[in-house]
């Protein structure tokens, strides 16, 4: 598509991906490909002058760009505005919320959301044994858990920016649970459920291991829909607006730093 458009002699050339390809392929690990670098290689040498995509999974995809511009969108303020629904961030009955990170990468993630939610922020340490090759949600090469904060009695919330099997986020929810939280809730910006991650979401809320969790619709998963575990957030109008304001050359910085938003958003709520 990209080189019918140039051959047709587009102007210019806005690549949507609301999931950068290959994205957790960002920095070498013994013999595999640097796939998320080489792509971008490949779109600034098909003259590609913009990529909008939704919550990257590194920075360093980024700065493999030289010429082409990278807009990162957040979903940070559908996610939150979706987790009002569910737990009472303000008033009288405010629930006690405490914001995890699930392992040390999604720390700045984290933050973010304890920031904007004027909330404690704790982190989960995880062991891994790398000799062990993560087979699927059950079978990981997590040997323990570790939490630095305090969970007990208060409703856990984690975010992260993608589900693959599940198996990190299972674990790490189930631990919370078991520390005593009240309710865990975890929001992914990208849920791709691959295997059989639905099948075991659904056992562990059966299990009462969760309460709830928010995904973006920038992955479609008809299975999902049905399920009452499951929140799905719009995203469609975020990207919808920000290809309306490229179009019209009018800022982005408000939509790409949503902080502002989240705050009155968090005021309306008071």
């Not at 309460?211 to 998963?221: D, E, F, K, L, M």
Request: glycine share 6%; proline share 3%.
């Amino acid at each position: 598509t990209i080189d019918a458009v140039q051959q047709a002699g587009a102007k210019s050339i806005t690549l949507v991906l609301p999931a950068f390809p290959y994205s957790r392929q960002h920095k070498k690990k013994s013999r595999e490909g640097l796939t998320a670098s080489l792509l971008c290689h490949i779109y600034e040498m098909k003259n590609v002058t913009r990529v909008i995509t939704l919550d990257i999974h590194s920075r360093e995809i980024v700065n493999a760009f030289n010429t082409t511009y990278l807009d990162n969108l957040h979903a940070s303020y559908q996610i939150i505005r979706e987790l009002a629904k569910v737990v009472n961030l303000s008033g009288p009955d405010k629930e006690d919320l405490v914001v995890v990170s699930p392992d040390t990468g999604a720390i700045d993630r984290n933050k973010f959301y304890a920031t904007g939610l004027k909330v404690p922020l704790a982190m989960i340490y995880k062991e891994r044994d790398y000799s062990v090759v993560t087979q699927d949600a059950k079978n990981t090469n997590i040997k323990s858990i570790k939490l630095l904060g305090d969970v007990k009695g208060k409703v856990a919330f984690l975010a992260d920016d993608m589900l693959g099997t599940g198996g990190t986020l299972l674990k790490a929810m189930g631990f919370l649970h078991d520390l005593g939280a009240t309710k865990v809730i975890a929001a992914i910006s990208l849920p791709f459920f691959t295997g059989n991650a639905i099948e075991l979401f659904d056992q562990a809320y059966k299990d009462g291991l969760f309460y709830r969790i928010i995904g973006t619709n920038a992955v479609y998963h008809p299975d999902l829909k049905e399920k009452e575990w499951f929140i799905s957030t719009n995203v469609s109008g975020l990207f919808a607006n920000v290809i309306t304001r490229i179009h019209h050359d009018q800022s982005l910085s408000d939509l790409l730093d949503n902080r502002t938003i989240i705050d009155k958003l968090i005021k309306k709520e008071d």
